[in-house]
Every structure is written in C-alpha cells, then in structure tokens.
C-alpha cells in the first residue's frame, strides 16, 4: 500500500539529490527545493517525490520536478505511487485556492502517461514542443 506524507524540508533534499546522481543529473540549487510537495513510499521504501510550486496570486500551482527512486523500476507500485502524488498535490492546490493546476512534462514520457490518466490535458498539442531553459541569477 502507497503513504504519502509532506516534503520534509530541507531533509529531502539530500535524498532527491542522491536520487538525481544516480542518473547523471546536475544539483538543484537548494534554495529552489520547496517546502511544498509530498513523498510516495511503501514501508521503508521512499519511491517518488514531487513539489508544488504556487504563484505569488494564489490561483495557479504546478506540479514540477516529480522523480522516482532509481531504486524502483517502472511497475504498477510505481505508477500508484506517482498518481498518489499528483492526487495528494491537486488537494494540497485546492486547499490554498488555486483553481488551475499544470506541469512541464517530457511527451510520450510515463509522468504524461499518468497525468493525461488523471484528465490533464496538453494546452500546445498543435505546437512544436517546448524546451524549459533555466538561467541562475
């Protein structure tokens, strides 16, 4: 059976980035890591994490940097654990007011698999796709 609990903040932020060494990935600077979002695990085992990011207006959040344990191979645990995410995060949105909700994900990824599941729709289908480029200031 799938738990979800909050983001323990800044405690997870080892974790995530033991999680994203493990595949090659370069640091999240930890000012970035929020403190809203929840983790997924079963038992000891911690199988994904995910954040929501909330804008300044109150209105709109996103689910971003979701990651799975390099532990975990893709399985049925592991879909149940992200959509127990994603499902735990609208709530967490709701709560605070938002009433739009989205994320960036990879197309033809598993994580757009899960969301279009879950009723997410793609806003560009038409559109080339996007590359999120990011600048440190």
């Given at each position: 059976?799938?738990?979800?609990?909050?983001?323990?903040?800044?405690?997870?932020?080892?974790?995530?980035?033991?999680?994203?060494?493990?595949?090659?990935?370069?640091?999240?600077?930890?000012?970035?890591?929020?403190?809203?979002?929840?983790?997924?695990?079963?038992?000891?085992?911690?199988?994904?994490?995910?954040?929501?990011?909330?804008?300044?207006?109150?209105?709109?959040?996103?689910?971003?940097?979701?990651?799975?344990?390099?532990?975990?191979?893709?399985?049925?645990?592991?879909?149940?654990a992200?959509?127990?995410?994603?499902?735990?995060?609208?709530?967490?949105a709701?709560?605070?007011?938002?009433?739009?909700?989205?994320?960036?994900?990879?197309?033809?990824?598993?994580?757009?698999r899960?969301?279009?599941?879950?009723?997410?729709?793609?806003?560009?289908?038409?559109?080339?796709?996007?590359?999120?480029?990011?600048?440190?200031?």
């Amino acid at each position: 059976m799938i738990s979800i609990r909050p983001i323990k903040y800044p405690e997870d932020y080892s974790t995530l980035m033991d999680w994203w060494a493990k595949r090659g990935m370069k640091p999240l600077n930890k000012a970035i890591f929020p403190g809203t979002g929840a983790v997924a695990f079963t038992g000891p085992l911690e199988i994904a994490m995910s954040f929501l990011y909330l804008d300044v207006g109150g209105a709109f959040a996103m689910i971003e940097w979701t990651s799975v344990n390099p532990a975990c191979a893709m399985s049925r645990t592991t879909v149940e654990a992200v959509r127990g995410l994603f499902a735990h995060l609208e709530e967490q949105a709701k709560k605070r007011g938002c009433i739009c909700i989205t994320s960036m994900v990879k197309d033809g990824g598993s994580e757009q698999r899960i969301m279009s599941s879950m009723g997410y729709a793609s806003q560009n289908a038409d559109d080339p796709p996007h590359i999120m480029y990011a600048k440190t200031l």
